[in-house]
């Protein structure tokens, strides 16, 4: 699980919404380059969408080869966040907010997906603390950037492959859905079913400062591997 990674409502029953209603062939650009952006790329270009991927390091958009085989597009940050019509923040939490504070301009009236949860990690690289204990970093992100649309969902799950591959536990997880924004909501709600994501399988947890407590799932992280060892985890609702 990606620890710098990742009464009750179906957002399909709330808005009519089947998978891949809300969204489009569009384009998508996904803010970093590492598990989560190579997951959802995949899922994601299957899927039929456009695919920007952008990356902080120069020297990074020059060795990674699997972005092309993908049939995605390289480029740096701001031109991938420029240039899509949805974004993806597949960035470390804990660098997550300086970043797209720095996109501001960029963003700007656009989808933002945010996937990270910011905590400082222990020796063993878990999660031992969250960097916004009394708040989150959606919540943050919203604040600093209040005509980006941000959406939280798919940090509840690990390794990141599961984002794109939610059919593949042995028990249903569920993605859950934190924002202000219904239309934002509903977007993002068809891009997981892109992804796979049955619509029964996504809850819409109200208003982004509900982020708050998916996000803190990371917590939980060390003593269930240290329980069941290194084996896939997600969050699943029995009902």
């Known amino acids: 699980m990606r620890t710098s990674w990742p009464a009750e409502r179906s957002l399909a029953s709330e808005a009519n919404l089947r998978p891949g209603d809300a969204v489009s062939m569009t384009t998508i650009g996904i803010l970093g380059t590492g598990n989560v952006a190579r997951a959802l790329t995949g899922g994601l270009r299957k899927a039929g969408h456009t695919l920007i991927i952008g990356s902080r390091h120069a020297q990074a958009r020059t060795s990674l080869?699997?972005?092309?085989?993908?049939?995605?597009?390289?480029?740096?940050?701001?031109?991938?966040?420029?240039?899509?019509?949805?974004?993806?923040?597949?960035?470390?939490?804990?660098?997550?907010?300086?970043?797209?504070?720095?996109?501001?301009?960029?963003?700007e009236g656009?989808?933002?997906i945010d996937t990270a949860n910011a905590v400082e990690q222990g020796p063993d690289g878990l999660a031992?603390?969250?960097?916004h204990p009394d708040t989150s970093l959606a919540e943050e992100i919203q604040r600093a950037m209040p005509r980006t649309r941000v959406?939280?969902?798919?940090?509840?799950?690990?390794?990141?492959?599961?984002?794109?591959?939610?059919?593949?536990?042995?028990?249903?997880?569920?993605?859950?859905?934190?924002?202000?924004?219904?239309?934002?909501?509903?977007?993002?709600?068809?891009l997981l079913g892109d992804l796979g994501w049955p619509s029964h399988q996504v809850i819409d947890l109200g208003g982004i400062a509900s982020a708050r407590v998916p996000e803190a799932f990371v917590l939980l992280v060390r003593p269930l591997i240290r329980a069941l060892g290194p084996v896939p985890l997600a969050l699943s609702v029995a009902r």
């Open 65 to 107: 080869r699997w972005i092309a085989d993908a049939g995605a597009r390289l480029t740096d940050t701001a031109d991938a966040a420029r240039s899509a019509d949805v974004v993806v923040n597949a960035t470390p939490g804990e660098h997550s907010l300086a970043l797209l504070t720095s996109l501001r301009r960029e963003l």
């Open 151 to 190: 959406v939280k969902t798919l940090n509840t799950m690990g390794p990141a492959s599961l984002m794109a591959a939610p059919q593949s536990l042995s028990v249903p997880p569920v993605a859950f859905l934190s924002g202000d924004d219904p239309a934002a909501k509903r977007t993002v709600a068809g």
């Open 128 to 131: 031992a603390r969250l960097l």
């Open 110 to 112: 656009k989808v933002l």
